[in-house]
């Protein structure tokens, strides 16, 4: 081989190196699937004028659906495009995926083949099959079909082949892309859909709610909230005591003065007493000055007693005099002067048992308990359990100028199955944390720090589905407008929630992509059903 041959073949590689840089650096540029599809058949039509261009791909959701890119490029002419669906892939399509190697085909004018027909009714001559393959998965086929029968060239062919290898790499990124995309659109909807629960739901005075077991408690502080009468609130540790006690005070006509609280258990017993009724000065000593007791301060207003049940045995008498008589006597004073007081007790201890004990007087039980609300702990309502933590999360996100707009449905499915022995102002602080370790807009929950009980083989063996359930998990629509009323049935029946143990999802035997995914193709909304 002399010098000007082997200077040829040099300059004959560096171009091909230059078509192969060039076409990987346009396709890998390219994350969603349509615009990639259009930029390679593009570049291919540029170097090699390659006229019938198209290419089958995997659909992502199903093995059995290929989605079909054609393109036909003409001299002055426009492009013509065309997407479509195939059910079945060609045999010829199918050996080239299965043994991962080109197929390279020589058309009949005469052939019946549907496939080739159409393209020798455009005039090509011949036809290449590219497999499109990336870490030994079949992604689809690459047709490519010309007039001239010169046109695949083995130097071509293995350059083409080359490229078909680049572009199997940028078709899984764009799918890979894809599915991120859709699972964000999927948990936008969900968190969007949450939010505005939170917006819609009916709570006052910051109560977010949308159980049975609290909008039965809300119903008992509106019955009681225009009344005078005593109010007992009783329940666990964290499930919000001071803000039911807040409801009915801002529902009372007694609003337009501020609420007076007082906290038993945070006050030492020697200052209770003082700080309860007040003194006057002189009256023991370090008094040098007259002090205002709550009562005193609550005149005309509302008291909140929190942790009554933390109030020392020899003040409780004092307190039942103050209920009875509506009058006070400040420490070291002897006159009697009248209060006009609502009070409102909470506590999370059980006061019947320890009147029993003789911890608690008996009398003072009933004086309290006139109009007795038990709020339910947070595992006996695990449907609010998402809204509030959505509503923590927006909340505590503010107040950190943090932007956190999603959280993993997942997530919400585990807290959801936690007990909370710390009701919500556990799951508030657990959220806080959770807060301050996101570093991106996706709550970074620390589950495996609550050690969340699995769901019990037994406990889900036990839930059998009733009819409905059964039938809407077996029967398969027959149709759009079937699969879409079936959809909507499930939707209203779970009041709108789509994961979870008691969504629809779970009631329609489906994964909750894959019912998300229904949605949005059969453009069903959430909102829109409320």
């Known amino acids: 081989m002399d010098i000007s041959e082997k200077a040829e073949r040099i300059r004959h ?68 495009k065309m997407q479509y669906h195939l059910n079945e892939l060609h045999p010829d399509l199918t050996q080239a995926l299965d043994s991962n190697q080109p197929v390279r085909l020589t058309l009949d004018s005469a052939t019946q083949d549907p496939l080739y027909r159409h393209m020798c009714e455009q005039g090509m001559s011949e036809t290449l099959l590219l497999p499109l393959a990336f870490n030994h998965k079949p992604l689809g086929v690459l047709v490519l079909s010309h007039e001239n029968k010169s046109i695949f060239t083995e130097d071509n062919c293995n350059l083409l082949k080359q490229i078909a290898a680049r572009f199997a790499i940028a078709v899984d990124n764009a799918a890979a892309y894809g599915e991120i ?46 009344s005078d009468s005593t109010v007992l609130i009783l329940g666990e540790t964290g499930t919000g005591k001071e803000l039911i006690a807040r409801a009915i005070h801002r529902l009372s ?90 009070l409102i007790a909470a506590t999370n201890r059980n006061l019947k048992s320890m009147t029993n004990d003789r911890e608690f007087r008996e009398d003072l039980y009933y004086r309290l308990n006139v109009f007795p609300i038990v709020i339910p702990p947070l595992r006996e309502r695990p449907e609010d359990i998402a809204l509030l ?108 929630v789509v994961a979870g143990a008691r969504g629809a999802a779970t009631r329609l035997g489906l994964k909750r992509t894959t019912l998300l995914s229904r949605m949005q193709r059969l453009g069903i909304c959430v909102q829109d059903l409320f």
């Open 253 to 342: 006509d007694r609003h337009q003065r501020t609420m007076i609280k007082m906290n038993c258990a945070a006050v030492p017993s020697g200052l209770l007493e003082s700080d309860l009724f007040g003194h006057d000065k002189g009256a023991f000593t370090g008094a040098t000055t007259t002090h205002i007791g709550r009562f005193e301060m609550a005149d005309k207003s509302t008291l909140f007693l929190d942790e009554i049940g933390d109030m020392p045995l020899d003040l409780q008498p004092k307190l039942l005099r103050v209920l009875q008589e509506r009058e006070i006597e400040r420490i070291g004073g002897n006159k009697v002067i009248p209060v006009d007081v609502r």
């Open 389 to 496: 933590a959505t509503y923590f999360t927006q909340k505590i996100a503010q107040r950190m100028n943090r932007k956190i707009d999603c959280i993993p449905l997942d997530a919400l499915e585990q807290l959801s199955r936690y007990p909370w022995p710390g009701n919500v102002r556990e799951l508030e602080n657990v959220i806080e944390r959770a807060v301050i370790l996101t570093r991106g807009n996706t709550l970074n929950l620390q589950l495996h720090e609550l050690n969340i009980p699995k769901p019990s083989r037994l406990k889900n063996a036990l839930q059998t589905p009733t009819l409905l359930e059964k039938r809407m998990q077996t029967e398969a629509p027959e149709n759009d407008d079937e699969e879409r009323d079936r959809i909507i049935a499930a939707l209203k029946a779970t009041n709108g």
């Open 181 to 226: 995309t859709r699972l964000k659109d999927s948990l936008k909807t969900e968190n969007l859909w949450l939010t505005e629960q939170i917006h819609r739901t009916d709570s006052f005075s910051e109560i977010i709610f949308q159980s049975e077991a609290m909008r039965n408690v809300l119903e008992q502080v509106d019955l009681v909230a225009h």
């Open 13 to 80: 590689e560096r171009d091909q190196y230059r078509i192969l840089v060039d076409i990987t650096n346009s396709v890998l540029s390219h994350l969603e699937m349509d615009g990639l599809v259009a930029e390679v058949s593009r570049e291919i039509y540029r170097f090699f004028g390659i006229s019938q261009i198209s290419i089958a791909l995997c659909d992502n959701y199903s093995s059995a659906v290929y989605l079909c890119y054609s393109s036909y490029y003409q001299r002055s002419h426009p492009v013509e």
